[in-house]
């Protein structure tokens, strides 16, 4: 696209000349440089930038923390971004009521903070730091604490968006239980950006735990840290988190036990009793008890890092079929972590060799699509995805995905390219 | 198509056991659980399995017909309500427990299989359902989708929409798609299946659902408190969470209530200005020490009387009270009508002073039962019909009563639905483009609008996609809709 004078001085007039700048290569999306960067500082001047790039035809790609741009396809099309920097503002914290409103910009470490001060937390624990909460709900990031609370789509009750022609719709309310329309605030969720820009979202709140402990044993196999795992998920404790940490040296089976001081002691010895009969049990110092287990090794400079989604009662095998698939490929042991409860497993290997990786995915894409589990590339060289795309194919319902995406973006000028089936 | 023609392609597909066209018999569909609408199906159609779903629903997408989807007709906001000259779809006959799988806490069954029974079937596991309508002994758990059912449980483990993992649907147009990953986590695509709960009827109907298992807590303990007035009720209510206990359930019901309630089924309740119910489940050591100072905080609020349930059967006793109240109104009133909304918490005592204001302008009585923890009210307003114009007067004092929960900052509806009986309201919280971009979901689902038309939005949009010369769309020119 032509910067040309015409487009950037109608920007300017609409978010102020401060908040406009030309892209650079940080900017840039899998190797696809932007023209411009828009910040608008409302919802009003979010609508007005995209009814110029709805008359303009420019193709859009909101951005938060910018902290999940790896997550997709190359874009087809990348002409504006726009930031939701300046959008930072909580406007309603009512304690009483456990809710907030705030814009899409603001930061969720921000947003725990101001929270905390009367002892609440927004039950979202995703691991990136410096991600908005718009930015976790477009990809529905989540974390290990979603064993107890569910994910964002369990939390946000209600959005303001701004589709690709400016208008502004907002669904849902401020209050945690609501059926009047349709929850659009669902909708959003995980939608990357093809469906319009969040501009505010209202979630509800949980109390701080006032005590918590983390309790791990060391496992030997696979059958051991889905059996381990079980045993607790069937169990009357009520774990807040069980994460796996599974290492060709260290195995090992978190369990986030949180409570009230007088109740702390006596699920600590239920988990550990539960735990015991698959190895040794022990208590985690408070540096593990951060990353609910050991301190993973960083990340080799081209890791590739893949997410299963698949039933939790099938760990063992789901663990079995990634080493298997790792060695036939001459893969060095994965690292491989996961949210155990719940059946989302993070699987790093080296990409080194390319070929090798394309079929790692691929075997793991047979296996797990025909249990009717997913497999996403959730990092990965843009090589890698030219070759195997980012998602599955989404199985029967892609056909209702795309029309959705028809109904809501027309022009397809929001985030395209990034999206399954090349939405 | 004739409607002739209509019943023989019917009972191609049902045999003439599974469609039901003589008049007499079509009147017993002719409202749901709110009898204040009432319209009498041209043909209703009772599937047995999801197949002739598929083929009913293809058959009136071919000829242009609509349809509205039918559990158990408890629905209190008209949803079930027929449209004329439609076809109304019954899946009582859809009864089946699909699948069992207590290591993936999950169940898959039909959707006319009753809310109770997914509790009943895996009890002995240890398992339950967890959303609890107060119909949940007849209302099925297909209609529990499309409401988005609540219930007394939700304030701790969320409504329907936290609970259904995956659903096969039939979408307006007979085909069969699955939404949700109903076992694996995080589907990648959309949301559809969020979108979906809560939809009324008007997106498609589903034909098999994936529910969520809760495991049984370890400890329960239930108290019941009274109180001089409902201020000393809500007390406890904002001490309790002030304090980050989340209870199970905390429900109030006012003096007229416990009044109804007592004539009703004689529970044994105090006398009292307002009752709270309060549950508390959860690891043994967790809930005795919350239930502890639950006790402390009823004193601190001057609770007149305090009873703790000693056992199972007590604690019964309490729900029993709790979910009779609807039905007990019939004891002192001969005619009510249920309001729905929802307030902030912190709302509550401005808005009850508020109701009771509107109560005497209108010279009728409010009876108020609520989920207290999360804020849903639900006043019923109490009148004769056979007093003439009482009727209308009620309506517009129950609109009143929720418009003040807009004021506060609140919803509509917290789980009965918009269906036929809110949708003029829906202008006061949502604004045209709010609904317009809704209706963009509807439009990719149900272009042509055939699936529970009318329902939810004022005015509903036609989606525009009918290719070649145009003709008038049938609900056009029943004047339901207008062209977008």
Redesign the interface.
Known sequence: MQTERGITGDLRQIVGSDNIREATTEDAIEGVQPALVVEPGSVEEISGVMKLAAREGLAVSPRGGGTKTHLGDAPRQLDLIVSTTRMNEIMEH??????FRAEAGVRLEDLQERISES??MLALDPPESGATLGGIIAA?SSGPRRYKY??V??LIIGIT?V?HDG?????G????????????S??F???LGT?GIIATANFRL???P?ASRTVAVEVESPQQAQEAT?SI??????ATAIELHYAEDEKLLTVLLE??P??M???VE?ASFLLKQFGEVRTLSEEEEDHLGPLTPPAVADEIVL?L??????LGSVLESVLGAAERRGLAHPRITGHAG???TFIGFSGEDEDAAVGFVGEMREI?TR????V?LQRAPLTLKQRVST??N????????R??K???DPRGGMNPGR??GGL | MERSRLITAMEGILGTEGVIHEHEQLRTYECDGLMNYRVIPDLVVLPETGEHVQRIVKLCYDEGIPFVARGSGTGLSGGALPVKSGVLIVLTRMRKILEVDIPNQRIVVEPGVINIWVSQEVADEGYYYAPDPASQIVSSIGGNLAENSGGVHCLKYGFTTNHVMGAEVVLPDGSVTHIGGGLAPDAPGYDLLGAFVGSEGTLGIATKITLRLVRVPESVQTLLAAFEDPEGAGGVVSGIIGEGIIPAAIEMMDRLTIEAVEAAVHPGLPDAGAVLVIELDGPEAEVEEQFGRVLEICEENEATEIRVAEDDAERALFWKARKAAFGAMGRISNDYYVQDGVIPRTELPAVLKRISELSEDYGLRVANVFHAGDGNLHPLVLYNNSTEGEAEKAEKLAGDIVFTCLEHGGSLTGEHGIGEDKKKYMPKMFTDDDMNVMQLLRCAFDPHQLANPGKIFPTPRLCGERPGPFHMHPLQKAGIVEQF
């Open positions: 009512t304690p009483g009521d456990q809710i002892d609440q529905n569910g994910t789509r369990d968006v589709l208008t502004v719709a907002k669904a309310s401020k209050v945690v239980k609501n059926v009047a329309g349709y929850d659009l669902k909708l969720t995980g939608s469906l949980h109390p701080l006032k079980q998920v069937h169990s009357q404790v009520e409570s009230i007088g109740g002691d006596a699920k239920t997410k989604g698949a039933p939790p009662a099938e719940t059946g989302v797990q249990k009717s589990g997913n996403t998602w599955d989404g199985g029967d319902y892609l056909g209702l995905v029309r959705v028809e109904k809501f999206y399954l």
